[in-house]
């Protein structure tokens, strides 16, 4: 592994070594792990801290220069592309609705299910996780496992820089109608965004459980029930409401995830 990634690094700096079959083989050989799930862009530790894993992108940005534009057909469709589709879907244990995309170089775990949308390269979804219709996954985007993307979701691309953090979303959280989450956003363990929540890096996070509010960026703690809000800024012009997310509650240690959420959404009254 220690000398794949050599291989590739030398090649993201010098270009003209993709001459050589040996660093194009190395960029094969990295999508490939990519697709099968033995390399992922990013890794988490025991303790929760996430590492990306540059060089594995840089893998992803190069191999776009290996491949060729080709045509691909299939049934009424025609594609023309330089990345192909994923393949043997079956084997894999996944589910793909028709006419949902996943990209040769991104990793479904079993049990996922994935309507009418779209999971680009480098992403990665884990086990029992839902897509839902017109959902996309965006480049190197880390979904954990028992997630559920609803309709309309739009989880981020990161690509570059290569060292950038991807969009993260942890196990069990559940992202509502419409949401977006882009720029290395990072949402917790079973976490609940509620319908429009739009969060980049710089949205603001606002805690409003206490008696004053409790602000954070880039990150929704675990298990945090999250709706759209605004905020006032001043401007030369005047004062005006600028988009942020506003955290409402949190879901309950003592129900199981599913009563949870239908608790959650309940109680707190969060639209998906």
């Given at each position: 592994?220690?000398?794949?990634?050599?291989?590739?690094?030398?090649?993201?700096?010098?270009?003209?070594?993709?001459?050589?079959?040996?660093?194009?083989?190395?960029?094969?050989?990295?999508?490939?792990?990519?697709?099968?799930?033995?390399?992922?862009?990013?890794?988490?530790?025991?303790?929760?801290?996430?590492?990306?894993h540059?060089?594995?992108?840089?893998?992803?940005?190069?191999?776009?220069?290996?491949?060729?534009?080709?045509?691909m057909?299939?049934?009424?469709?025609?594609?023309?592309?330089?990345?192909?589709?994923?393949?043997d879907?079956?084997?894999?244990?996944?589910?793909?609705?028709?006419?949902?995309?996943?990209?040769?170089?991104?990793?479904?775990?079993?049990?996922?299910?994935?309507?009418?949308?779209?999971?680009?390269?480098?992403?990665?979804?884990?086990?029992?996780?839902?897509?839902?219709?017109?959902?996309?996954?965006?480049?190197?985007?880390?979904?954990?496992?028992?997630?559920?993307?609803?309709?309309?979701?739009?989880?981020?691309?990161?690509?570059?820089?290569p060292?950038?953090?991807?969009?993260?979303?942890?196990?069990?959280?559940?992202?509502?109608?419409?949401?977006?989450?882009?720029?290395?956003?990072r949402?917790?363990?079973?976490?609940?965004?509620?319908?429009?929540?739009?969060?980049?890096?710089?949205?603001?996070?606002?805690?409003?459980?206490?008696?004053?509010?409790?602000?954070?960026?880039?990150?929704?703690?675990?298990?945090?029930?999250?709706?759209?809000?605004?905020?006032?800024?001043?401007?030369?012009?005047?004062?005006?409401?600028?988009?942020?997310?506003?955290?409402?509650?949190?879901?309950?240690?003592?129900?199981?995830?599913?009563?949870?959420?239908?608790?959650?959404?309940?109680?707190?009254?969060?639209?998906?």
């Open positions: 592994m220690a000398n794949l990634e050599e291989r590739i690094g030398q090649a993201y700096g010098d270009r003209s070594l993709l001459k050589s079959a040996e660093y194009r083989d190395a960029v094969l050989e990295a999508v490939e792990g990519l697709d099968k799930g033995t390399l992922r862009v990013a890794s988490v530790d025991g303790e929760g801290n996430w590492t990306t540059a060089w594995v992108k840089q893998a992803v940005l190069l191999y776009f220069g290996v491949r060729s534009m080709e045509t057909e299939v049934g009424p469709f025609e594609f023309h592309d330089k990345i192909p589709l994923k393949k879907l079956e084997s894999q244990g996944v589910r793909v609705v028709p006419p949902g995309t996943c990209r040769y170089g991104a990793h479904l775990e079993p049990g996922v299910v994935l309507m009418p949308g779209y999971v680009n390269i480098g992403a990665y979804v884990g086990e029992g996780s839902m897509v839902d219709t017109w959902a996309t996954v965006g480049s190197c985007a880390q979904i954990g496992r028992h997630v559920h993307l609803s309709g309309g979701v739009g989880i981020g691309g990161v690509l570059e820089p060292g950038a953090t991807p969009v993260i979303i942890e196990d069990g959280a559940f992202i509502g109608s419409r949401a977006i989450v882009v720029e290395g956003v949402v917790g363990r079973e976490a609940v965004l509620g319908a429009n929540t739009v969060l980049t890096a710089s949205t603001k996070i606002i805690d409003v459980t206490g008696d004053t509010p409790v602000e954070v960026v880039g990150h929704v703690p675990a298990r945090s029930v999250v709706i759209p809000g605004t905020r006032i800024k001043k401007f030369p012009a005047g004062e005006f409401g600028i988009p942020a997310a506003l955290i409402i509650g949190k879901r309950t240690e003592s129900t199981d995830r599913k009563t949870s959420l239908n608790a959650a959404l309940r109680d707190f009254g969060v639209s998906v």
